[in-house]
């Protein structure tokens, strides 16, 4: 039984996969970027499925805690055996030809000593967001990839969407004016028991979890960055899930050409993610604007209405993602959103925690 | 040709009842409460035409600076010629006994003065929003309608709007258990010349205007009251109609609760009014929320999705609040929204205002 690799994805994201295709030829293409998985979590299955729709990337390695997973998931990618890492082995992987990149896809508090342990391999970092639980980690992350002369992406993978990157279009476009005020917000409940809850893996609550979305869409959506930022945070939920983390984050901006912005986080109640952005010619909006599908792009200006669901399927934006920083690697090419965007919001974050009364990691 | 009350509300809406019908017969139920319209312009329009689709009010005088007009009025509304007041000769209204209150529809920085004037002459006040253009002034208003045993009721039509008042019922009713965030926004691009534009008859830009309804919103939908507020405010067009008010504002809340509520609004862009309030078991929203009709209730909860538009037309609300109104007075009761409601979100706004550099009034 052959599968085409359509084919192939369709099942993977089914979670079939690898029982149909027990042991699918390695990808082998010496064009394509072989990334090393750092961490096997959920967010990892995303990206791995989203590179087989790539032309230019490809699962070269994994690093994992578990053997027994790791070795289903090297079968089920085509990843030899020798390929697959433990953590207290991972600086083995600098003698590894067939990886040129890693990805970082581990609890928050460990991005900054894989990236770092990475950059020292010789490796180029894709990084999930957010990006550290310090800014000090950040800073360190982004010296460490200069010092290795390896290139450092945060997983922004909302730069990469198109509902997202059309609003933009839209926005510098001068479709709707020039913008005065905007909200977003991200959230929804957490179940007890996520390794998110713990803020010595995480380093805070929903905000660095998504309310760093509604963040860094705000940062996109004007192109400048947030001169005064004021917040309040609370915790109503005492039953045992918010001992460490906030549960709810509310704040607002003020960016240097005078654009507000107020934004909601939540890990308390059902809020999905959206943006609503407003200028006096019309409006701009995405609701849903964060999801992993099926976000839906609407505004209205010069007498036009918008109302674009975006039909692409998970995991198109981890395939985007992966396209873009592969083909960074291979021409020469800085990211899109490179460490220092990452920087910038832990920045920010560490500045909304400390107005509402908190710390960061 | 006789026009049954339906049909002469519907032409009056249309602008061109006084054209058909030059002469309505003057309301004379003595079971009425007859109101004293004190300023002329769009509000106390759809206030009147609203008034006649109760069955306890009526239309017994006008104040106005401009007798034309006021005639023309009087005549739509069935009003006495000797029943048309100038400003100066208010006070004069104490001996007329077909009003027993009054309607103050002028510019903001006038609502302390005829709110007081008003119950000296013995009269009941129903004030629009904002109800003042300082704390002071609101406080001496209400003691000025309690000292003269008047009633006082501020002009918050939400309260009496169906899609605002089942929001509150859902919430409350825990469809959507304990409340963890809302956001609200309220605004409009404004057009030069407006009266509102003028920081001494407005006390302020879009916040005292329209930004009121979600702050007003957010505590109705809670039931609290916001224990810390911070706030931003700007002024982007530099084209003239921002010398004395701000453009746009944005605030965040944080009630006892732990509730957290972010809000924007502006006098420089489209953004339509709404409310999103979000919990463990679901959310409920209004857009638009603050409508003079049209507004459409949004919600998620128990596997139900709620999408009820109210097909309620203009004066609906305005009908709901003058019947209010007229009910408490005619059988002593105390309306949902007296003084104390506008003199808590004066404090309110003036302490946005304050965070965010600027002052009220």
Not at 7 to 15: H, N, P, V
Not at 143 to 160: D, E, S
Not at 249 to 268: E, Q
């Amino acid at each position: 039984m052959t599968l085409t690799r359509r084919e192939f994805t369709r099942l993977s994201a089914l979670g079939i996969a690898a029982s149909v295709a027990p042991s699918l030829p390695a990808q082998s293409s010496s064009t394509k970027t072989g990334y090393a998985i750092i961490g096997l979590g959920r967010i990892a299955d995303h990206f791995m499925a989203g590179i087989l729709n790539t032309s230019n990337s490809r699962v070269a390695a994994l690093v994992s805690g578990h053997r027994d997973k790791a070795e289903r998931i090297a079968a089920q990618y085509g990843v030899p055996s020798e390929s697959i890492y433990s953590y207290e082995k991972f600086d083995e992987i600098a003698k590894n030809k067939d990886v040129q990149a890693v990805y970082v896809a581990l609890p928050n508090s460990m991005h900054a000593e894989y990236t770092i342990r990475a950059a020292k391999a010789g490796k180029h970092v894709l990084c999930e967001k957010p990006m550290s639980t310090s800014v000090a980690d950040a800073e360190a992350m982004i010296a460490a990839c200069k010092a290795a002369n390896v290139k450092l992406m945060i997983a922004y993978r909302c730069h990469y969407e198109p509902t997202n990157l059309k609003a933009v279009q839209l926005i510098r476009s001068g479709a709707i004016g020039q913008v005065q005020a905007i909200e977003s917000a991200f959230g929804f409940p957490i179940a007890a028991g996520e390794w998110r809850l713990n803020k010595n893996l995480s380093g805070g609550g929903p905000l660095v979890d998504v309310g760093i979305y509604a963040l860094n869409a705000c940062r996109y959506l004007t192109g400048e960055e947030p001169a005064h930022i004021s917040a309040f945070a609370s915790v109503i939920d005492h039953d045992g899930r918010f001992n460490t983390v906030e549960e709810n984050v509310s704040w607002t901006m003020k960016f240097p050409s005078g654009i507000v912005a107020s934004c909601n986080t939540t890990y308390g109640a059902l809020m999905g993610g959206y943006f609503r952005v407003h200028g006096p010619k019309g409006w701009v909006a995405a609701d849903p604007a964060f999801n992993y599908d099926g976000n839906r792009l609407l505004a209205s200006f010069d007498g036009k209405q918008l109302d674009e669901p975006n039909p692409a399927r998970d995991p198109y934006q981890f395939t985007a993602q992966a396209d873009h920083f592969s083909h960074c690697i291979q021409y020469g090419l800085e990211p899109k959103t490179p460490g220092e965007e990452g920087l910038r919001d832990m920045r920010y974050i560490a500045e909304i925690y400390r107005s509402a009364g908190l710390t960061l990691g």
